[in-house]
């Protein structure tokens, strides 16, 4: 099957198990319009099978403005919800995707590219991130899954707050809601990223597989259920060759040890 192109908004460079992915249309402070997100949906579901992780990063000075505000102006209702399920079907292939995802964000990570973030699975930002919702100052809503993935990170209230104010919050009030996992200095971001896809992409595959679709789904289930999934997938997890192999590893003293740092 023809592979579809590549828009010029969206770089990738392959670098061993790393695929590193770019939005790369700073011109538009890297504003999503639909060339990018079916771009992103394309990359995500043809990623090569020796790529164990992927780090998403942006040109210019800012991670996302977000929508692309010209191409909504011309929308039906109908068109609009459309426009929002391509967003959440695309988004969905990123969160439950193959590989995990690092995202190194830096400058302004605004509406819908913070809703891309949040699909992700590990986040990065520079000190010189700053978030943003400003969808209620432009008559719009959240509508690339915001709504259900931010208010799992930093709760509803917060959301809320984003969204009825409009106001931006810095790199370290953001990590300490849970916005980044990490804070860097300006310029160290991609190194840092670069360090933990190399480390996501090291584990297990099957392991990271459980860490991205079966522990958000057992987070979300009822205890019991939840408990019972957990038996099946530890079982399902520790019988595999690779986990045999990673403990023989351990035990005859050539597996890693957990050191501090
Ligand atoms: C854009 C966009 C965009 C910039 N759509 N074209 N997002 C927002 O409401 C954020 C809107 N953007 C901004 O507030 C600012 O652009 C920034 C703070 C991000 C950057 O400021 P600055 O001074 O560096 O750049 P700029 O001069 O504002 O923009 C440079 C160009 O990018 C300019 O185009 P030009 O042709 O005049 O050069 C801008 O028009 C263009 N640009 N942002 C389209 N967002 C699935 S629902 C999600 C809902 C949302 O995401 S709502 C949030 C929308």
Redesign the pocket.
């Known amino acids: 099957m023809a592979q579809p192109r590549r828009p010029k908004s969206l770089k990738v460079e392959r670098r061993g198990a790393v695929a590193n992915l770019t939005l790369a249309r700073p ?3 890297n ?3 639909d060339a990018t997100v079916l771009g992103l949906e394309a990359f995500f579901t043809t990623l090569p099978t020796g790529v164990k992780a992927v780090l998403l990063a942006a040109e210019g ?2 991670f ?9 102006k011309i929308l039906s209702t109908e068109e609009g919800i459309e ?2 399920r391509v ?1 959440h079907r695309v988004f969905d292939k990123i969160e439950f995707g193959r590989v995990p995802v690092v995202t190194v964000m830096h ?2 990570v ?6 891309l973030a949040a699909a992700t699975h590990i986040r990065v930002a520079e000190r010189s991130a700053y978030y ?4 209620g ?2 008559g ?5 899954g ?1 709504s259900v993935r931010l208010p799992r990170l930093i709760g509803v209230s917060r959301v809320m707050e984003l969204m009825l104010t409009g106001c931006t919050y810095g790199a370290e009030q953001g990590q300490t809601f849970g916005l980044s996992h990490i804070v860097v200095d300006d310029g160290a971001g991609l190194a840092k990223g670069i360090e933990l896809a190399e480390r996501v992409a090291t584990n297990a595959p099957l392991s990271n597989f459980a860490v991205m679709h079966v522990l958000p789904r057992i987070a979300e289930s009822d205890p019991a259920s939840g408990l019972l999934t957990e038996s099946l997938m530890a079982a399902i997890a520790q019988g595999s060759d690779d986990a045999k192999a990673r403990l023989k590893d351990f035990l005859e003293k050539r597996g890693k040890k957990v050191l501090r740092g």
């Open positions: 011109e538009k402070r504003a999503l319009n000075a800012h996302s403005a977000g929508l692309d505000l010209s191409e909504l426009h929002s967003w400058g302004a605004v509406g819908g590219g913070l809703e943003a919702l400003p969808e100052s432009r719009i809503f959240l509508g690339g915001g």
